[in-house]
Structure formats: structure tokens, C-alpha cells
């Protein structure tokens, strides 16, 4: 037998109703079960019950990288000392010209910005751009870019010569983001 929640009169275990004072038994067993249950579909409806897939951070140079529906990749790197006396590395360094592609694969316009990309040499240094032109390369600058619409141009970067472990990385905004969102390892 049980007891009434309210009066404490004496009753069926399976009764709703107490026959005595003719109020409803509150079943919490109930609603911790429903709880418990509301808890799990809001977390699956707000993705709280899933993994999230990482995106990759680290590719080749030969590597295509899409992000947010915009494909960038490198389509040459070019190390040179200058071509000119107006275009010259300082001593025991060289110019790395990294000429890359822009291709907006999304449905909106999205903003480009050559500050965005930054080179990290093999002592682990980070740089921004380091010339602004060079002879016949085509800057990569900044601008908007068309649903659909591509780009391409040169950043250069000096480094010094003969360093094996550069990388470019790409952040969504310089500014803001304290780490990269992917990165390129040059050949």
C-alpha cells in the first residue's frame, strides 16, 4: 500500500486519485524521466550531442584547400636574390614569391586580403607580406569577390636563403584570430 501525497490516507499503489481527499498523485518518477528525455533531444537539436568534424590545418603545397566554400591554392612559389638593382635581397637572404588562386565557390560575395597571409620561416618566425610589387607580378591585394568570381596574384616574403621549413599560413582575419586556419608547408 501506498500513501496519499497530500492527506496520508492508506491507498492502491496503482490509484491516480486518493479516494479520500479525492486529489491527483503527482507521479515524479514521470517527470524525472521526461526530463531526462527533453534534456537529450534539445542537446541533439543544438548539435551538443554530436562530435563536431575538425577541419583539416596542415597541407602541402600542391594541396587545394577549401574553406567555407572558397578554394585557395598555391599555383607557385619562386625563390629568387632580385632581378634588378631596385629589386634586390639583402645579403645572405632571398625573396620567396608565392603566387596563389582565389576561386569564391559560394553563393555571396566574400572579402579577400593579402595581409591575411602570413609566412613562418624554420626558426618558427612569423611575417607578414614583405613587398608590395615586384616587375611583372600581379599583387594579390584586397578586394571582394563574386559568388563564382577568381583571383590570383603574388605575395612576397623575405627570408633567409636556403631555409627548408617555410610555411604560409591563411587566417580568416588577421586582426581578430590568434591562431591559423590552415596552413600551407612549402616544398
Given at each position: ?23 491527483k ?13 527533453a534534456?537529450?533531444?534539445i ?21 587545394t ?13 619562386e ?34 586580403n ?8 624554420g ?43 617555410l ?5 580568416e ?15
Open positions: 500500500m501506498k500513501k496519499c501525497k497530500y492527506c496520508q490516507t492508506e491507498m492502491d499503489p496503482k490509484a491516480k486519485i486518493c479516494p479520500n481527499c479525492r486529489k498523485q503527482k507521479h515524479i518518477l514521470r517527470w524525472v524521466v521526461l526530463g531526462i528525455f534534456v537529450i533531444i542537446g541533439a537539436v543544438a548539435g551538443g550531442g554530436g562530435s563536431k568534424e575538425e577541419f583539416q590545418k596542415d597541407y602541402t603545397q600542391s594541396d584547400v577549401t574553406y567555407k566554400d572558397v578554394a585557395y591554392s598555391i599555383t607557385n612559389v625563390k629568387t636574390t632580385g632581378t634588378n638593382q631596385y629589386f634586390q635581397a639583402k645579403e645572405g637572404y632571398e625573396y620567396v614569391k608565392v603566387n596563389f588562386k582565389i576561386e569564391n565557390k559560394s553563393d555571396e560575395k566574400i572579402s579577400y593579402a595581409l591575411d597571409f602570413q609566412m613562418v620561416n626558426d618558427g618566425v612569423e611575417a607578414s607580406v614583405y613587398s608590395i610589387t615586384a616587375e611583372e607580378d600581379v599583387q594579390l591585394s584586397s578586394g571582394e569577390l563574386d559568388a563564382g568570381g577568381t583571383v590570383e596574384g603574388t605575395i612576397i616574403w623575405e627570408q633567409k636563403q636556403g631555409d627548408t621549413g610555411k604560409v599560413r591563411y587566417y582575419n588577421v586582426l581578430l584570430d590568434d591562431d591559423y586556419t590552415f596552413q600551407w608547408t612549402l616544398d
